[in-house]
């Protein structure tokens, strides 16, 4: 009987799990990281990039200053603005964009904004968006015409923008903070930093899906090179870029309000920031709205940038905004932050949420604990330790993992038997890695592991390119940070794989069921990542159940929409051909729309998981351990150096699973001849 | 170095086009090896696309180049206009070098020389009808008024009239292929490609694009390249039609030659549902005798009418029946077994 690939790969990790759970006790070298192989690599980081930012600190230190300017003119414009005239032009704009409804939209949002008392922190945060876009939307347009106009260029800014979007945003802030110094300056260039590969990303998709005979067109008019770029191609490729444009403002502002941990500016960030650690829960709630209904606003608005455009009547705007001024006249002296009409509101959430917690206290705690101790804590430190009297009732010992090894031996028996003999091994493999334990996985079988998972989904080059991604890691000393790291973001991928795989379905069965979930889903979206640890903090206090909450409803999105997309997208004439074939609509789910919709799925699942990544730093200030955790505290004390290796850590983890599930899919594609 | 009034419009030297990385050096090294330069350059992975074309236009021309999809005409033509560097070989345009000339210089012909139309039309989708059709006069920097009246005019001319301030997307396919002649007539261009402009069009819109295509051609006499893969298409417009097989030239002539005299089978397979009889003239099929004038009452046969309607004049004849010149002269006589011969296909 010859082996599959698969079965080989499995085979060769088993063997490897086996032999370093077997040889554990008497070579304790073969779990835990040896200290011999590492290096210390945060302290070169640290001494290399300080000194390496001491060299561009006073350039970056004038940047600074120069960029204080527009700053604080923004702010005092947007600060000083009577907020009737700051209202009529957000209408204004928004009937321009899209009509009566986006002026609505508009009227309304601000309208909830200023009524809820924090209209100048809100203004604060909007004046940091508002210098930071230009800036990012510049250099996200440069970045995008080099990379187009000089192809040998093209695929190195791929691989950064790639890599820049896995690199967590709390890395990023350490060396800013370095080089800029605290202030809100720190927060504007990061946002800027972090919102410009979007935009440079839509630019050359855009550029590159320039219609080639439009392109030879231009040339055939006679036209220069710049002016093919700037009068033909860019223009042409406007849809792709206002997509650009959308995006960077979403990321500008998702940043801005993350950045607000570095503290010293009044904005809307800091405030959800500081109630949430007073434990304020109402108005932290009513911040927190604040800033979903200005990602909302700025989300909806922009992307009517990039729809075919209908004109609306400027005159209407015109109207709006003289209204707006003869309204600042007549409410001149009133001071906006005196409205607190939500105050009663936050009061009775806080209150509410009192009540709640105290009411079912019990089981709120018998939810958290529950997952934690039967779901969370067996997956991290493996049933043999997880399984106390205490908690089970009973002590795990050498029997009870010989039983599973036996359980989980028959039913390899069985899968082999019935031909499945890579799923039989796989069995075995889980059964060992529930008994242990993620963040005590031998290292050598993670490597392996890893290694035969890329060998299977992207052949030898892939399996080198995270084995060595990994090894670095191991070789920086940050190891075990990042098996905890990798614990719980497998967890909440894992959880949302299942949770947004059935919505996902239901959503394709069910034309109602879609229509409820999919605004849910567009608003999970468009909400920073910030704001997602409020609710959870109500409920369920600090710690790594919250975390792992905030993680799924982020991290659930991609998987719903990418299952119900390809479900839905199955070509009819398949459907059609089962159909006359006799086949049941359940039949036809499992047999057609499922095996084609599997490319699509796995993609899902690797967005989500890049969501899990991204929010697992995130969740580091509710408490979780790991990599996020040691980013986060770099950034408490300016430590270039953990930041950096830890953001870099991370990013490898990210990075790595990107690739072995793009390989997957790919290799799904290919199969279905896609 | 200009060119002189003799100069051909276009003339094509042993033009390859080679896809691929290192195609240069590559085809150096094939030729030098000798016979089956294209078969050496496919073994090494490399696309031949054009391969040894030579060809003249002359002015006013009107020459078509035709051939199977993928045989290299948008690439040939592309090298022409220098949309593409072509691998080897020479281009010149009104005797001038193309291929050499600088990028300064290859600006000012596209400004004033040249003309293109696109298959799928290549309108620039954010500027009106008329700003599309301005463009070309944009570069040459020309002012907005002149602009917008020169416009006009060509519009005019495609028939587009009163639609100088829509969208393309506002069009139907017809009315934008209109659009783009009108673009590419806006500078009144010497030298005229046009590369499947009516490919994409439904059969009823493309014969009437067709005939206001020659009715304009008869005004503006320019020298065109014309790319198609309909044979009848080819017929009904070209003065000279070149016809390509796998990048290569296989044979150029009138009309008449390509049906009458097909090189190969690849050519008479092109060439085999066009009725023969509308392309033959009766020239091709008599016999010559001494000139005497016709006595009886015959039919009457001129030379340089066509088979199809000489049929039709002397279908119920048995006998040979006489030719008469453009002066009434009998030149020849036709006999019925040659009409049956010829529009076999037995000919050649
Ligand atoms: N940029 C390119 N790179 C590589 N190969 C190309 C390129 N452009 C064209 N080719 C190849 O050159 C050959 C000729 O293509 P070309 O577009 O000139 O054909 P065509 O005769 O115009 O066909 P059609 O009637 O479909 O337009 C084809 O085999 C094509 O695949
Ligand atoms: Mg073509």
Same mark, same amino acid.
């Given at each position: 009987?010859?082996?599959?690939?698969?079965?080989?790969?499995?085979?060769?990790?088993?063997?490897?799990?086996?032999?370093?759970?077997?040889?554990?006790?008497?070579?304790?070298?073969?779990?835990?990281?040896?200290?011999?192989?590492?290096?210390?690599?945060?302290?070169?980081?640290?001494?290399?990039?300080?000194?390496?930012?001491?060299?561009?600190?006073?350039?970056?230190?004038?940047?600074?200053?120069?960029?204080?300017?527009?700053?604080?003119?923004?702010?005092?414009?947007?600060?000083?603005?009577?907020?009737?005239?700051?209202?009529?032009?957000?209408?204004?704009?928004?009937?321009?964009?899209?009509?009566?409804?986006?002026?609505?939209?508009?009227?309304?949002?601000?309208?909830?904004?200023?009524?809820?008392?924090?209209?100048?922190?809100?203004?604060?945060?909007?004046?940091?968006?508002?210098?930071?876009?230009?800036?990012?939307?510049?250099?996200?347009?440069?970045?995008?015409?080099?990379?187009?106009?000089?192809?040998?260029?093209?695929?190195?800014?791929?691989?950064?923008?790639?890599?820049?979007?896995?690199?967590?945003?709390?890395?990023?802030?350490?060396?800013?903070?370095?080089?800029?110094?605290?202030?809100?300056?720190?927060?504007?260039?990061?946002?800027?930093?972090?919102?410009?590969?979007?935009?440079?990303?839509?630019?050359?998709?855009?550029?590159?899906?320039?219609?080639?005979?439009?392109?030879?067109?231009?040339?055939?008019?006679?036209?220069?090179?710049?002016?093919?770029?700037?009068?033909?191609?860019?223009?042409?490729?406007?849809?792709?870029?206002?997509?650009?444009?959308?995006?960077?403002?979403?990321?500008?502002?998702?940043?801005?309000?993350?950045?607000?941990?570095?503290?010293?500016?009044?904005?809307?960030?800091?405030?959800?920031?500081?109630?949430?650690?007073?434990?304020?829960?109402?108005?932290?709630?009513?911040?927190?709205?604040?800033?979903?209904?200005?990602?909302?606003?700025?989300?909806?608005?922009?992307?009517?940038?990039?729809?075919?455009?209908?004109?609306?009547?400027?005159?209407?705007?015109?109207?709006?905004?003289?209204?707006?001024?003869?309204?600042?006249?007549?409410?001149?002296?009133?001071?906006?932050?005196?409205?607190?009409?939500?105050?009663?509101?936050?009061?009775?959430?806080?209150?509410?949420?009192?009540?709640?917690?105290?009411?079912?206290?019990?089981?709120?705690?018998?939810?958290?604990?529950?997952?934690?101790?039967?779901?969370?804590?067996?997956?991290?430190?493996?049933?043999?330790?997880?399984?106390?009297?205490?908690?089970?009732?009973?002590?795990?010992?050498?029997?009870?993992?010989?039983?599973?090894?036996?359980?989980?031996?028959?039913?390899?028996?069985?899968?082999?038997?019935?031909?499945?003999?890579?799923?039989?091994?796989?069995?075995?493999?889980?059964?060992?890695?529930?008994?242990?334990?993620?963040?005590?996985?031998?290292?050598?079988?993670?490597?392996?592991?890893?290694?035969?998972?890329?060998?299977?989904?992207?052949?030898?080059?892939?399996?080198?390119?995270?084995?060595?991604?990994?090894?670095?890691?191991?070789?920086?000393?940050?190891?075990?940070?990042?098996?905890?790291?990798?614990?719980?973001?497998?967890?909440?991928?894992?959880?949302?794989?299942?949770?947004?795989?059935?919505?996902?379905?239901?959503?394709?069965?069910?034309?109602?069921?879609?229509?409820?979930?999919?605004?849910?889903?567009?608003?999970?979206?468009?909400?920073?990542?910030?704001?997602?640890?409020?609710?959870?903090?109500?409920?369920?206090?600090?710690?790594?159940?919250?975390?792992?909450?905030?993680?799924?409803?982020?991290?659930?999105?991609?998987?719903?929409?990418?299952?119900?997309?390809?479900?839905?997208?199955?070509?009819?004439?398949?459907?059609?051909?089962?159909?006359?074939?006799?086949?049941?609509?359940?039949?036809?789910?499992?047999?057609?729309?499922?095996?084609?919709?599997?490319?699509?799925?796995?993609?899902?699942?690797?967005?989500?998981?890049?969501?899990?990544?991204?929010?697992?730093?995130?969740?580091?200030?509710?408490?979780?351990?790991?990599?996020?955790?040691?980013?986060?505290?770099?950034?408490?004390?300016?430590?270039?150096?953990?930041?950096?290796?830890?953001?870099?850590?991370?990013?490898?983890?990210?990075?790595?699973?990107?690739?072995?599930?793009?390989?997957?899919?790919?290799?799904?594609?290919?199969?279905?001849?896609? | 170095?200009?060119?002189?009034?003799?100069?051909?419009?276009?003339?094509?030297?042993?033009?390859?086009?080679?896809?691929?990385?290192?195609?240069?050096?590559?085809?150096?090294?094939?030729?030098?090896?000798?016979?089956?330069? !294209?078969?050496? =350059? @496919?073994?090494? /992975?490399?696309?031949? $696309?054009? *391969?040894? &074309?030579?060809?003249?236009?002359?002015?006013?021309?009107?020459?078509?180049?035709?051939?199977?999809?993928?045989?290299?005409?948008?690439?040939?033509?592309?090298?022409?206009?220098?949309?593409?560097?072509?691998?080897?070989?020479?281009?010149?345009?009104?005797?001038?070098?193309?291929?050499?000339?600088?990028?300064?210089?290859?600006?000012?012909?596209?400004?004033?020389?040249?003309?293109?139309?696109?298959?799928?039309?290549?309108?620039?989708?954010?500027?009106?009808?008329?700003?599309?059709? !301005?463009?070309? =006069? @944009?570069?040459? /920097?020309?002012?907005? $008024?002149? *602009?917008? &009246?020169?416009?006009?005019?060509?519009?005019?001319?495609?028939?587009?009239?009163?639609?100088?301030?829509?969208?393309?997307?506002?069009?139907?396919?017809?009315?934008?292929?209109?659009?783009?002649?009108?673009?590419?007539?806006?500078?009144?261009?010497?030298?005229?490609?046009?590369?499947?402009?009516?490919?994409?069009?439904?059969?009823?819109?493309?014969?009437?694009?067709?005939?206001?295509?020659?009715?304009?051609?008869?005004?503006?006499?320019?020298?065109?390249?014309?790319?198609?893969?309909?044979?009848?298409?080819?017929?009904?417009?070209?003065?000279?039609?070149?016809?390509?097989?796998?990048?290569?030239?296989?044979?150029?002539?009138?009309?008449?030659?390509?049906?009458?005299?097909?090189?190969?089978?690849?050519?008479?397979?092109?060439?085999?549902?066009?009725?023969?009889?509308?392309?033959?003239?009766?020239?091709?099929?008599?016999?010559?005798?001494?000139?005497?004038?016709?006595?009886?009452?015959?039919?009457?046969?001129?030379?340089?009418?066509?088979?199809?309607?000489?049929?039709?004049?002397?279908?119920?004849?048995?006998?040979?029946?006489?030719?008469?010149?453009?002066?009434?002269?009998?030149?020849?006589?036709?006999?019925?077994?040659?009409?049956?011969?010829?529009?076999?296909?037995?000919?050649?």
């Amino acid at each position: 009987m010859s082996l599959s690939r698969g079965s080989i790969a499995a085979l060769m990790s088993l063997t490897v799990l086996v032999l370093c759970l077997l040889l554990a006790p008497i070579a304790p070298w073969l779990v835990k990281w040896p200290a011999a192989l590492t290096v210390p690599m945060t302290e070169w980081v640290g001494a290399g990039m300080s000194a390496f930012l001491a060299l561009f600190k006073p350039l970056a230190r004038g940047f600074s200053w120069a960029m204080s300017y527009p700053m604080n003119a923004a702010g005092y414009v947007l600060g000083q603005s009577p907020w009737p005239l700051v209202i009529g032009l957000v209408t204004a704009i928004g009937w321009v964009l899209g009509g009566l409804r986006m002026a609505l939209l508009g009227a309304a949002g601000l309208g909830f904004v200023l009524l809820s008392g924090y209209w100048h922190q809100s203004m604060n945060t909007l004046a940091l968006v508002v210098v930071s876009v230009p800036l990012a939307m510049i250099m996200g347009l440069a970045i995008g015409i080099l990379a187009f106009e000089v192809p040998r260029l093209r695929g190195a800014v791929q691989a950064v923008l790639d890599v820049m979007q896995t690199v967590p945003t709390f890395a990023y802030l350490t060396p800013l903070l370095v080089l800029f110094g605290f202030g809100p300056v720190v927060g504007l260039i990061a946002s800027a930093i972090y919102a410009a590969p979007p935009m440079a990303r839509n630019v050359l998709l855009g550029l590159e899906r320039v219609d080639a005979e439009i392109r030879e067109a231009a040339v055939m008019s006679g036209g220069t090179r710049r002016q093919q770029l700037f009068l033909v191609e860019i223009p042409a490729a406007a849809t792709q870029i206002m997509v650009g444009v959308n995006q960077c403002l979403m990321a500008a502002l998702s940043m801005v309000i993350i950045a607000a941990v570095i503290g010293g500016f009044d904005d809307i960030g800091w405030e959800v920031l500081l109630t949430m650690r007073k434990a304020q829960f109402g108005p932290a709630f009513l911040a927190g709205l604040v800033i979903v209904v200005f990602a909302i606003l700025i989300d909806r608005m922009s992307a009517k940038l990039a729809e075919p455009r209908q004109r609306h009547d400027r005159r209407v705007s015109w109207g709006i905004l003289l209204l707006g001024g003869l309204m600042s006249v007549v409410f001149f002296s009133q001071d906006p932050a005196t409205f607190g009409a939500f105050d009663s509101l936050a009061e009775a959430v806080d209150r509410g949420v009192g009540r709640f917690t105290a009411n079912h206290g019990a089981t709120l705690d018998g939810i958290k604990n529950g997952a934690m101790f039967y779901g969370l804590l067996p997956l991290r430190i493996g049933l043999d330790d997880a399984v106390l009297p205490f908690t089970w009732g009973f002590k795990w010992t050498a029997v009870h993992s010989a039983i599973v090894y036996g359980v989980a031996g028959l039913l390899a028996v069985f899968l082999v038997l019935r031909g499945r003999v890579t799923a039989g091994i796989v069995a075995m493999i889980v059964a060992g890695i529930l008994v242990t334990g993620i963040s005590q996985l031998p290292w050598p079988f993670v490597l392996v592991g890893v290694g035969a998972i890329g060998w299977i989904s992207g052949g030898w080059k892939l399996s080198r390119l995270c084995v060595i991604l990994l090894v670095l890691i191991g070789v920086s000393g940050l190891w075990e940070r990042a098996l905890l790291s990798l614990y719980l973001s497998g967890a909440s991928v894992f959880a949302c794989a299942v949770v947004g795989g059935a919505l996902g379905l239901w959503g394709a069965l069910s034309k109602t069921a879609w229509a409820v979930l999919r605004p849910v889903c567009d608003i999970l979206q468009t909400i920073p990542l910030f704001v997602f640890l409020i609710p959870v903090l109500m409920f369920f206090q600090i710690g790594e159940f919250s975390a792992f909450l905030a993680i799924c409803m982020y991290a659930v999105v991609p998987m719903i929409r990418y299952t119900r997309h390809g479900l839905v997208t199955t070509p009819p004439d398949l459907i059609e051909a089962a159909e006359s074939a006799g086949a049941t609509r359940m039949q036809i789910l499992r047999e057609v729309r499922a095996p084609y919709a599997a490319p699509t799925i796995l993609l899902g699942l690797n967005q989500t998981i890049l969501y899990a990544f991204a929010m697992l730093v995130i969740a580091a200030l509710i408490g979780t351990t790991g990599l996020g955790q040691s980013i986060y505290l770099a950034l408490g004390q300016a430590d270039v150096g953990l930041g950096l290796t830890a953001g870099a850590a991370m990013a490898i983890l990210a990075l790595v699973a990107d690739r072995l599930v793009q390989g997957f899919a790919e290799e799904r594609r290919r199969a279905l001849g896609l | 170095m200009t060119g002189t009034d003799t100069a051909p419009a276009i003339a094509v030297e042993g033009l390859w086009q080679v896809f691929g990385p290192n195609a240069r050096a590559a085809l150096t090294e094939a030729r030098a090896d000798g016979a089956g330069t !294209a078969a050496t =350059l @496919k073994a090494r /992975g490399l696309i031949p $696309a054009v *391969r040894e &074309a030579s060809f003249e236009v002359a002015s006013g021309e009107l020459f078509v180049i035709m051939g199977l999809s993928g045989s290299g005409k948008s690439t040939l033509v592309r090298c022409i206009s220098r949309l593409i560097e072509p691998t080897a070989g020479a281009v010149r345009i009104n005797g001038e070098d193309i291929l050499t000339a600088s990028d300064k210089r290859l600006i000012e012909m596209r400004r004033d020389t040249l003309g293109m139309v696109f298959q799928h039309f290549g309108l620039f989708p954010h500027m009106s009808v008329a700003d599309n059709v !301005a463009f070309p =006069l @944009k570069m040459k /920097g020309e002012g907005k $008024a002149a *602009r917008r &009246a020169r416009a006009l005019e060509v519009l005019n001319l495609v028939g587009l009239e009163g639609r100088e301030d829509a969208f393309p997307r506002e069009l139907s396919g017809g009315q934008r292929q209109r659009v783009g002649i009108a673009r590419s007539l806006a500078v009144n261009p010497d030298i005229w490609f046009l590369d499947e402009p009516f490919s994409a069009l439904d059969p009823l819109i493309r014969r009437q694009l067709q005939d206001e295509f020659l009715s304009i051609q008869s005004n503006l006499q320019k020298s065109i390249v014309f790319i198609t893969h309909d044979i009848a298409e080819a017929l009904k417009l070209a003065d000279r039609i070149a016809i390509m097989r796998d990048g290569e030239i296989v044979q150029i002539g009138t009309p008449t030659q390509i049906v009458l005299n097909p090189v190969d089978d690849y050519v008479r397979e092109f060439t085999r549902d066009v009725p023969r009889g509308r392309h033959m003239t009766l020239d091709e099929v008599m016999e010559p005798v001494g000139e005497t004038t016709p006595a009886g009452d015959w039919p009457e046969l001129r030379t340089g009418m066509n088979l199809e309607t000489a049929l039709t004049l002397c279908a119920a004849s048995f006998e040979a029946v006489p030719v008469q010149d453009g002066d009434g002269k009998v030149v020849g006589v036709v006999h019925p077994e040659s009409f049956v011969r010829a529009l076999g296909g037995e000919h050649g």
